[in-house]
């Protein structure tokens, strides 16, 4: 918890010292060589969903809204200013004059109509076309029966006016993650399917080369509108190289950053070397790593068993197995997003009183049931660590370790994993709003087939909440909403839906040649780093 | 001959036409849902529905099964679920790096196995011998990504010899070449002494020595041609082995090839890049032991083709 606050506070600390004054003392050019295990898949900003793609997406492309780099407060991108209706339900937005995509062309209000009715056109295949659900008019394209939102219309080249069919406090939000960039529609009709291997947009950096498997350099965008704006000239990013070899060749001198982060078999190793102490980030992840427990299966249909699970768990002795990584959860939001309660105890781990829980659920002696896991190192060795947690109550679990896509796929059956421990797959916030965490694994809606919800967990009171909470779109209903939200997950823990194991932390690297605040290195939302503020420190 | 050539091609159609059926059923059966997965964890029920629909995933498995092959005639291999990109491109862009690699890998392992071969055939039952047979064995038996990682630990990391992985130039491609070599290296040492020795054994040796010509004059001009028969047709095989070989070592090193695109396909189950690499592997095994049997009677002319 301590550590988290403090990781908190110096991201703070970072990002006030990143005014624009100070910022502009610093010279551009330079570059930098940023390393992957695996090959990007796209850098089409309505497909690209992935922890590679993320930060390089919103390096080649603008939205409307983003987030001061660093930090999870949203600030103006190409909206230069936006109002919103009393009834929350209009939002009005003036676009900057004179923004350029990379072909030259200026970007007007038309793109940005035509921007978000791609992405909720199903022949898009947007993964992300569901964030835009409040649009009006969006039931009828996602059907197929519009080829144009309802919602949106263009007021003068500069003004877009987008009218949301239910009030959305996330609406902003909406308007800052990857699948809302405005992307050239002259660009996308003549690459097609291929617009995501020759991404045109408006962003600090164009794609200048891609060599499939090998490599792709970011050049800099020099009639970028944001003055001073990215640092860096250049960035290449190799990819094809393991994070242990990516961790070798920083240590080199051949490489900046490695984008997987420190491998965890390395970790204590670099973090205890003085030369390399210096040069290692942490930071907070908005992220949740949790045991479900499906509300379907018995015995998990007796709250006193899913209590129990979450008593029997030591978590402190998981958060050891994994290098003191990441923190103990007892909820599920994470500590950097609001609503999150730091009054909340949460079970506490007591063997005892979880076999007593279990005898007044009438299953003293203890049960056998199942434990899908991804298989992937560290998930298999968290599972045993669980699994043994719950032998000391009587429960034994036996653990099923599958390829991802394969515990995803149990998850989404209603009666075939009884428990999932979701490390490896556990949820990360697309958007810092605590809605982000309730809707999808929590709510009604996720508990579907395919869905989510792999607690099939469903509560439609608290359902019936949350939709009042997501209404109070007004900026003044700011805390009344956080506390809604605050209480909407402690009644889910009182049900004891999931057992919240731990927030993991986030650990990287740079290279003694790159400069910046530590915490575009670790940016919440710019993940996993803010290539654009990132700057060398050779040419200064 | 050419009613042999027809033969085999026919033959070979068939395997491959197996080999895609075979891994459609097994892909077909993973249960994991593609459409869940191009769609993503913030998918709404619709968008898999549609998504599932546009590709034909609704469809029975023959019909499926129809489609693919409809076009694989066609020369489309279809577009990765994960990569959006055309598995016939991804393998085209990555083809240029495993030609190289494996190049590089017949390379190392005639070089160091025939040496090894004859050297311990010359010095038959001695020391020398004993140890070069110890080491071959050695070479055949340690996994790949053993060795690979201990190559690349002592000259890349402690020496600084060579690069610690990637591709460009000659020096990124040493280490690999000799990791994916060293297997073969060890079975044509073992293969070229045992024909060695049974070929210094013949009356044609004796009689070119006996007629004056010098030791090496023997050694490379009459020994050496009838020793190298058996081991050529095994370079055929060798590319069954490499093709297994290349996964493992193209992922130690980084090396932009299909081994790495197939590794990083399988983990994700991107089940178009799975089959059209394995369709890939499958036709140059298949042309790979189709050539050795073409080659071996050119080579020599007492084993005719029927």
């Given at each position: 918890?301590?550590r988290?606050?403090?990781?908190g506070a110096?991201?703070l ?7 624009p004054?100070q910022a ?6 330079g570059?930098?060589i940023?390393?992957?295990?695996d090959?990007v ?8 969903y992935d922890w590679q793609?993320?930060?390089m997406i919103k390096?080649l492309?603008d939205g409307?809204m ?6 999870t407060n949203l600030?103006?991108d190409?909206a230069e ?7 929350g339900?209009?939002?009005?937005f ?5 923004v350029k995509?990379?072909?030259?062309r200026?970007?007007?209000a038309?793109?940005v109509?035509?921007?978000l ?5 199903p022949e898009t295949q947007?993964p992300g076309?569901g ?5 009006k ?5 996602a059907?197929g029966?519009?080829d144009?939102?309802e919602?949106?219309t ?6 877009v ?5 239910r009030?959305?406090a ?5 308007m800052a993650?990857n699948?809302?960039s405005i992307?050239?529609k002259e660009a996308v009709?003549e690459?097609?399917?291929d617009?995501?291997k020759?991404p045109?947009g408006s962003?600090a950096?164009?794609?200048e080369?891609w060599t ?6 970011f050049?800099?965008n020099d009639?970028y509108w944001?003055?001073?704006v990215p640092k860096?000239?250049e960035i290449t990013f190799?990819?094809?190289q393991e994070?242990?070899?990516?961790l070798?060749r920083?240590q ?17 190793e ?7 102490k210096?040069l290692?980030?942490e930071g907070?992840?908005?992220h949740t790593?949790y ?12 709250p006193?068993?899913r ?9 402190d002795?998981?958060?050891r ?5 990441a923190v103990?959860a007892n909820?599920p939001l994470?500590p950097?997003?609001p609503?999150y ?6 079970y506490?781990y007591?063997p005892?009183?979880?076999k007593?829980l ?6 003293g002696?203890?049960f ?6 991804y ?6 060795r968290?599972a045993?660590?669980?699994q ?6 009587g429960i034994k679990?036996e653990i099923k370790?599958l390829?991802?896509a394969?515990?995803?796929a ?5 009666d ?22 309730y809707?999808p694994i929590l709510?009604?809606?996720g ?7 792999w607690?099939w ?6 359902d ?5 909470a997501?209404?109070?779109t007004?900026?003044s209903?700011?805390a009344e909403r956080?506390?809604a939200w ?6 889910v823990m009182?049900d004891a839906?999931?057992a919240?194991v731990?927030h993991e932390?986030r650990?990287t690297?740079?290279s003694?040649r790159?400069?910046g605040?530590?915490?575009i290195?670790?940016?919440p939302?710019?993940?996993p780093?803010?290539?654009d503020y990132v700057w060398?420190k050779d040419?200064? | 001959?050419g009613?042999?050539?027809l033969?085999?091609v026919?033959q070979?159609?068939?395997i491959?036409l197996g080999?895609?059926f ?15 997965q191009?769609a ?5 029920a619709?968008?898999?529905?549609n998504?599932?629909?546009q590709?034909?995933l609704?469809l029975p498995?023959?019909q499926q099964?129809f ?15 994960l990569?959006?990109t055309?598995?016939?491109e991804?393998?085209?862009?990555r083809?240029?790096?495993t ?8 390379i190392?392992e005639?070089a160091i196995?025939l040496?090894?071969?004859i050297?311990?055939?010359l010095?038959?039952?001695?020391a020398?011998?004993t140890s070069?047979m110890?080491l071959?064995?050695?070479?055949v038996?340690?996994?790949q ?6 190559l690349l630990y ?8 060579f690069?610690i ?8 491609m040493?280490l690999p070449?000799?990791?994916l ?7 044509y040492s ?5 024909s ?6 013949q009356?044609?040796i004796?009689?070119a ?6 030791r090496?004059?023997?050694l ?8 190298l ?5 095994m370079i055929g095989?060798?590319?069954?082995l490499f093709?297994?070989?290349?996964v493992?070592?193209e ?5 932009p090839?299909?081994?790495?695109l197939?590794w990083?396909a399988?983990q994700r189950?991107?089940?178009?890049i ?9 036709f140059?095994i298949v042309?790979g032991n ?9 080579i ?5 083709l029927r």
């Amino acid at each position: 918890m301590n550590r988290t606050l403090l990781a908190g506070a110096a991201a703070l600390l970072a990002a006030t010292a990143l005014t624009p004054a100070q910022a502009d003392d610093i010279k551009q050019g330079g570059s930098m060589i940023v390393t992957y295990k695996d090959d990007v898949s796209t850098l089409d900003p309505a497909i690209g969903y992935d922890w590679q793609n993320w930060s390089m997406i919103k390096s080649l492309f603008d939205g409307l809204m983003d987030y001061e780099p660093g930090t999870t407060n949203l600030m103006n991108d190409l909206a230069e200013d936006y109002t919103i209706s009393d009834d929350g339900k209009v939002f009005t937005f003036k676009l900057r004059e004179g923004v350029k995509f990379h072909n030259g062309r200026e970007l007007t209000a038309e793109d940005v109509k035509y921007s978000l009715d791609r992405v909720t056109n199903p022949e898009t295949q947007s993964p992300g076309a569901g964030f835009f659900g409040s649009i009006k008019g969006f039931d009828a394209v996602a059907a197929g029966d519009a080829d144009s939102l309802e919602g949106v219309t263009v007021v003068d080249p500069y003004t877009v006016k987008i009218e949301l069919s239910r009030p959305d406090a996330t609406f902003l939000h909406v308007m800052a993650i990857n699948f809302s960039s405005i992307v050239p529609k002259e660009a996308v009709e003549e690459w097609g399917a291929d617009f995501g291997k020759h991404p045109v947009g408006s962003g600090a950096f164009s794609l200048e080369e891609w060599t499939l498997g090998q490599r792709l350099v970011f050049k800099r965008n020099d009639d970028y509108w944001r003055a001073g704006v990215p640092k860096l000239d250049e960035i290449t990013f190799e990819v094809g190289q393991e994070p242990i070899v990516a961790l070798l060749r920083l240590q080199r001198g051949e490489a900046d950053i490695p984008g997987d982060g420190i491998p965890p078999a390395k970790f204590l190793e670099v973090a205890e070397d003085p030369q390399y102490k210096d040069l290692i980030i942490e930071g907070g992840q908005l992220h949740t790593g949790y045991v479900t427990m499906n509300v379907k299966m018995p015995p998990f249909d007796k709250p006193e068993v899913r209590k129990a699970v979450n008593m029997a768990i030591n978590k402190d002795r998981i958060v050891r197995i994994i290098n003191g990584r990441a923190v103990p959860a007892n909820q599920p939001l994470p500590p950097t997003m609001p609503g999150y309660d730091t009054n909340y105890e949460g079970y506490a781990y007591d063997p005892e009183a979880a076999k007593a829980l279990l005898a007044e659920a009438g299953v003293g002696d203890g049960f056998e049931t199942e434990l899908y896991v991804y298989n992937t190192d560290p998930n298999p060795r968290i599972a045993q660590a669980i699994q043994a947690d719950l032998a000391a109550i009587g429960i034994k679990a036996e653990i099923k370790a599958l390829a991802q896509a394969n515990v995803i796929a149990a998850g989404g059956e209603p009666d075939q994993a009884p428990m999932i421990w979701s490390g490896g797959m556990a949820w990360i916030a697309d958007f810092p709003d605590p809605s982000n965490f309730y809707g999808p694994i929590l709510g009604c809606a996720g508990a579907v087939k395919g869905g989510w919800n792999w607690s099939w967990y469903c509560n439609e009171e608290l359902d019936a909440l949350a939709t009042a909470a997501d209404s109070m779109t007004d900026p003044s209903q700011k805390a009344e909403r956080e506390e809604a939200w605050r209480k909407i997950f402690i009644a889910v823990m009182d049900d004891a839906a999931w057992a919240p194991v731990f927030h993991e932390q986030r650990f990287t690297m740079r290279s003694e040649r790159l400069g910046g605040p530590d915490a575009i290195f670790v940016d919440p939302v710019h993940i996993p780093v803010n290539y654009d503020y990132v700057w060398a420190k050779d040419v200064q | 001959m050419g009613g042999y050539v027809l033969r085999r091609v026919l033959q070979s159609l068939l395997i491959l036409l197996g080999i895609s059926f075979l891994t459609f059923i097994l892909l077909y059966l993973i249960p994991a849902d593609p459409a869940r997965q191009i769609a993503g964890r913030s998918a709404t029920a619709q968008t898999v529905e549609n998504i599932r629909e546009q590709l034909g995933l609704n469809l029975p498995f023959y019909q499926q099964y129809f489609r693919y092959l409809t076009g694989l005639l066609q020369g489309d291999l279809g577009r990765s679920y994960l990569q959006k990109t055309e598995v016939g491109e991804l393998i085209r862009s990555r083809l240029p790096a495993t030609l190289l690699l494996m190049a590089g890998a017949i390379i190392c392992e005639l070089a160091i196995g025939l040496t090894m071969g004859i050297v311990a055939a010359l010095r038959r039952n001695t020391a020398t011998d004993t140890s070069l047979m110890v080491l071959s064995f050695v070479g055949v038996s340690s996994p790949q990504f053993v060795i690979g990682i201990l190559l690349l630990y002592v000259f890349s990391v402690q020496l600084g010899w060579f690069p610690i992985g990637g591709y460009g130039t000659f020096r990124h491609m040493v280490l690999p070449s000799l990791t994916l070599g060293l297997l073969g290296a060890g079975w044509y040492s073992r293969m070229m002494r045992s024909s060695m020795i049974d070929v210094l054994r013949q009356d044609f040796i004796r009689t070119a020595r006996a007629k004056g010509l010098k030791r090496w004059q023997v050694l490379f001009g009459h020994a050496m041609p009838n020793a190298l028969l058996p081991v050529i047709a095994m370079i055929g095989i060798d590319i069954g082995l490499f093709m297994s070989g290349i996964v493992v070592v193209e992922s130690v090193f980084g090396w932009p090839g299909i081994g790495q695109l197939a590794w990083q396909a399988i983990q994700r189950v991107d089940i178009p890049i799975i089959m059209g690499v394995t369709l890939v592997s499958a036709f140059a095994i298949v042309l790979g032991n189709f050539l050795a049997d073409l080659i071996v009677p050119l080579i020599d002319p007492r084993i005719k083709l029927r």
